[in-house]
Structures are given as structure tokens and as C-alpha cells.
């Protein structure tokens, strides 16, 4: 069975410093996965995916992800935050097969804060 | 994303009533999912539909009905409220590729409240 793993239910960072959020996967078949965010009041948008073409994925805003099948790991990273960065993060993960149901598993979410 | 809608945004509600919760898009997706989203939980898939006559239970459908009116509306109906089912709910759409690459986009969500 699939599942996801956030580190941290809350990260806190000031204005201008590195942003790291953690995820960890676990998948019996090559995975896919994705970053989502949502603001306050809004419903989830992606920042980005990881399809298998490249390791290193850029997304919205700034934000890059970078897959590591030895570590089983998806950390989100962007090198200065901003006060617009303020929201709640999720790391999801779909099984990486034809045929399947685009079905995706989430993790708990992580909730930024970015500090003046 | 303006292209999904959900109806109502909020509502409050009474133990052991029926309430039935919309979604409407106009991507021209086929597939379209039911998740419910608890503090600490992350979401979790309540149902899913790849087209019309192809619904399909998630991982938490106890207490959950579905609707898939056509292809462009999804109705879940909670056929007697009861308080652990309040949360944000929110509906969402996907092509119909094949493979677990597709993006999901997903509603404002609906914020139900059972007391």
C-alpha cells in the first residue's frame, strides 16, 4: 500500500530564509508525486509533479522538489521565502502504472509561516 | 480554480439529516473525486466516478452517497448526518490519461458543520 509521510506539522521560517518541507513516500511500484498548496479559504493548486522525466522539478513560485528513490524522499525547498508563501502544503502520491485511477494519497499537510 | 464549483461554501446542519453537497466543472474532465479534509489528516478520498456509470468507493465511504448526474456533476449526499462528519469537503477533476501523472484541480471546498 501507498502512503506519504510529512515531517513536521508546522514549519515556521522568516521572511527572505530557505523554505524546507519534508515528505517521505512509501510505493510498491514506482511512484509518482506531487505538491499541492492551499491558501486560506481556497481549495488545492499544484506547484509541481514528478512524472519520472528528471529528478529535480520545478514548480510555481519559486518552488523545486527533488526525487530520491534511495531516501524515498520528495522534501519541496525554495531558496527565500515570502510573506505570500504562507499556507498549507501537501505532498501527495499516485501509483506510477498504466491503467490505474489517478487515485492519490495524501499526507497530513504541513502549514507554513513565513515571520517579517 | 473558477472551473470547479461546489455548492453550498458552508453549511451547518443537524445530526440525522440528509445534505446533499454539489460539484459542477466545465473542464470537460471525465473523472471526478469526493474528499473530505481533517485537521492533522490531510484528505482523504470518499468516492470517485471515471465517468457516469463508473463510481467507484475510497478509503472512507461509510455514511456517503454519490451522484454522477452527468459528466460534468458530482453530488455526494450524507444520508444522515452525524458530528464526526464534519469537515472540509472538496470535490475535483482529472483527465481520463491512463496513468497517475494527471493533475487534479480541485473546488473551494465545502465547509459542513453537524451538530
Known amino acids: 500500500a501507498q502512503s506519504v509521510t510529512q515531517l513536521g506539522s508546522h514549519v515556521s521560517v522568516s521572511e527572505g530564509a530557505l523554505v524546507l518541507l519534508r515528505c517521505n513516500y512509501s510505493s510498491s511500484v514506482p511512484p509518482y508525486l506531487f505538491w499541492y498548496v492551499q491558501y486560506p479559504n481556497q481549495g488545492l493548486q499544484l506547484l509541481l509533479k514528478?512524472?519520472?522525466?528528471?529528478?529535480l522539478v520545478k514548480g510555481i513560485n519559486g518552488f523545486e522538489a527533488e526525487f530520491k528513490k534511495s531516501e524515498t524522499s520528495f522534501h519541496l525547498t525554495k531558496p527565500s521565502a515570502h510573506m505570500s508563501d504562507a499556507a498549507e502544503y501537501f505532498c501527495a502520491v499516485s501509483e506510477g502504472r498504466s491503467g490505474n485511477t489517478g487515485k492519490l494519497i495524501f499526507g497530513q499537510g504541513t502549514t507554513l509561516q513565513v515571520k517579517p | 480554480d473558477a472551473d470547479v464549483t461546489q455548492t453550498p461554501r458552508n453549511r451547518i446542519t443537524k445530526t440525522g439529516k440528509r445534505i446533499m453537497l454539489e460539484c459542477s466543472q466545465t473542464k470537460g474532465h471525465d473523472r471526478m473525486y469526493w474528499y473530505r479534509q481533517d485537521p492533522g489528516l490531510g484528505l482523504r478520498l470518499i468516492y470517485y466516478?471515471?465517468?457516469?456509470?463508473?463510481?467507484n468507493k475510497g478509503e472512507i465511504s461509510d455514511g456517503y452517497s454519490v451522484s454522477r448526474q452527468a459528466q460534468a456533476k458530482f453530488s455526494l449526499s450524507l444520508e444522515s448526518a452525524i458530528p464526526n462528519q464534519t469537515a472540509l469537503y472538496f470535490c475535483?477533476?482529472?483527465?481520463?490519461?491512463?496513468?497517475?501523472?494527471?493533475?487534479?484541480?480541485f473546488g473551494p471546498g465545502t465547509r459542513l458543520t453537524v451538530l
Open positions: 475535483a477533476t482529472s483527465l481520463a490519461g491512463g496513468r497517475g501523472t494527471d493533475t487534479q484541480y
Open positions: 514528478y512524472t519520472s522525466a528528471a529528478t
Open positions: 466516478s471515471f465517468d457516469v456509470k463508473d463510481i
